[in-house]
Nanobody, 123 residues
Framework: QVQLVESGGGLVQAGGSLRLSCAAS????????MAWFRQAPGKEREFVAA????????SYADSVKGRFTISRDNAKNTVYLQMNSLKPEDTAVYYC????????????????WGQGTQVTVSS
């Protein structure tokens, strides 16, 4: 199993930037595909971005393409989400998730989850 802890959320003005981090426990981080999801108030949790085991392949939701970048440092057991040009509609709780095998975009395909970190973008 892997345990995930997110950090880096906060309040930012529209157009600003934030970098989220997700630290993973255990010695097998490099065997997990990592992803970020988010859940806005009153909405279902949605896929944001995912990255392959070695970081060579990434996938993004259309709503964040060109603004968000997912990356990972396997030596530090950490995955990042750099968020630029933030919009009020990016306001949500952001969750880190992990799975074995390939990249997936559906919530149900990820068995391991963090507790989430709140991101609030003011207009």
């Amino acid at each position: 199993q892997v345990q995930l802890v997110e950090s880096g959320g906060g309040l930012v003005q529209a157009g600003g930037s934030l970098r989220l981090s997700c630290a993973a426990s255990g010695r097998t981080f490099s065997s997990y595909v990592m992803a970020w999801f988010r859940q806005a108030p009153g909405k279902e949790r949605e896929f944001v971005a995912a990255i392959s085991i070695q970081g060579w392949i990434t996938s993004y939701a259309d709503s964040v393409k060109g603004r968000f970048t997912i990356s990972r440092d396997n030596a530090k057991n950490t995955v990042y989400l750099q968020m630029n040009s933030l919009k009020p509609e990016d306001t949500a709780v952001y969750y880190c998730a992990a799975r074995h095998l390939g990249i997936a975009t559906r919530e149900g395909e990820y068995p391991y989850w963090g507790q989430g970190t709140q991101v609030t973008v003011s207009s």
